[in-house]
């Protein structure tokens, strides 16, 4: 059976950074993040007999290492259907890939539901969390809908996201700013690596729980400028961790820093506006939707123009059309 499914990308509002488990890929720490409108992946998926090893495009080439990393899905994914066919697997991003805007949580909440249901699978939004999170961590958030826990757990059985409130919950607006296009030359799971080296990373684990405690009160509350001056600080904790490692990564590039800049200029004009940024050079502007025309009025006028307007979005979900 040939299945196609569509998974939004997210942004992490309080940030997933270290393992406390590399095989399962158990997070140090919870997290909690919003899935994005028009930053999604779509992945067709067809299990047949006459293919004689896994064929995998992703955005219509094929990579070797890449592909590595969906065959073990694969395999994860034949060990619980019990079948042994080889997949046919195209897989397409209307956003750049590994370049900071969790493509791999995309592609792996995409690739997790279209290839459940092609294998003949039935799961729940729990079971396809945690079978999610196997192939990429935060692939996991992407599975529910809008905004979103994942509780780290123990164990594989209990580290899974949920779903706090519906996309239709806050009339939120993400502009994503662009700042560069290539991919990014220390990947999420190599710069998790190099924790162990920082030592300032303790403290930050020892803070981390109240941190999601207020996330969550500022949500339930919609507390706008709270909520966005604790999403600002705590993206550039994150980016004080990859600068603090060592070797250290400095994942900004100029226009970062400038759009940074340009976002804490709009606040001091009495616009609420706030930036978060994940393992990458690209910045996402948050603000509420009454002000999001002016904050692009506020880009333009700097030459800004290479930008993805988002809302909060429903999660994974199966589509009719397929890519093959």
Not at 15 to 38: Q, T
Not at 43 to 51: M, S
Request: charged share 25%.
């Amino acid at each position: 059976m040939k299945t196609t499914a569509v998974a939004p990308s997210n942004i992490a509002l309080i940030k997933y950074w270290g393992k406390k488990d590399e095989k399962l890929r158990l997070p140090a720490n919870g997290s909690i993040s919003v899935n994005l409108s028009n930053l999604t992946t779509t992945t067709t998926v067809e299990f047949r007999k006459d293919l004689k090893k896994d064929e995998v495009i992703i955005n219509g080439k094929r990579d070797e290492k890449k592909a590595e990393r969906v065959m073990k899905h694969l395999d994860r994914i034949r060990k619980k259907a019990k079948i042994s066919d080889y997949a046919r697997v195209v897989s397409q991003n209307n956003f750049p890939t590994a370049g900071g805007l969790a493509s791999s949580a995309s592609g792996f909440a995409a690739l997790t539901v279209a290839a459940t249901k092609a294998a003949g699978l039935n799961l729940s939004e729990k079971e396809l969390s945690i079978l999610a999170r196997q192939g990429s961590g935060s692939a996991c958030r992407s599975i529910p809908d809008g905004f979103v826990e994942w509780l780290d757990g123990e164990t594989s059985e209990t580290s899974h996201a949920l779903s706090l409130y519906p996309p239709s919950y806050w009339d939120l607006a993400i502009v994503v700013v662009l700042a560069g296009g290539e991919e990014k030359s220390v990947l999420t799971t190599e710069g998790m690596k190099r924790l162990d080296t920082n030592p300032f990373y303790p403290i930050r684990l020892s803070r981390i729980n109240e941190k999601i405690k207020k996330m969550k009160q500022y949500l339930s509350g919609k507390k706008f400028e709270e909520f966005g001056s604790l999403v600002e600080s705590e993206a550039l904790e994150l980016h004080a961790m990859t600068l603090t490692s060592s070797p250290p990564i400095i994942y900004w590039r100029p226009k970062t820093i400038k759009v940074m800049k340009l976002v804490q200029k709009i606040r001091e004009n009495n616009v609420p506006v706030y930036f978060t940024i994940d393992s990458g050079p690209h910045v996402c502007i948050i603000c509420e939707e009454k002000h999001l025309k002016k904050l692009l009025q506020m880009l333009k006028r700097q030459r800004i123009k290479d930008f993805i307007v988002n809302k909060p979005t429903i999660g994974a979900r199966l589509v009719d059309g397929h890519l093959f």
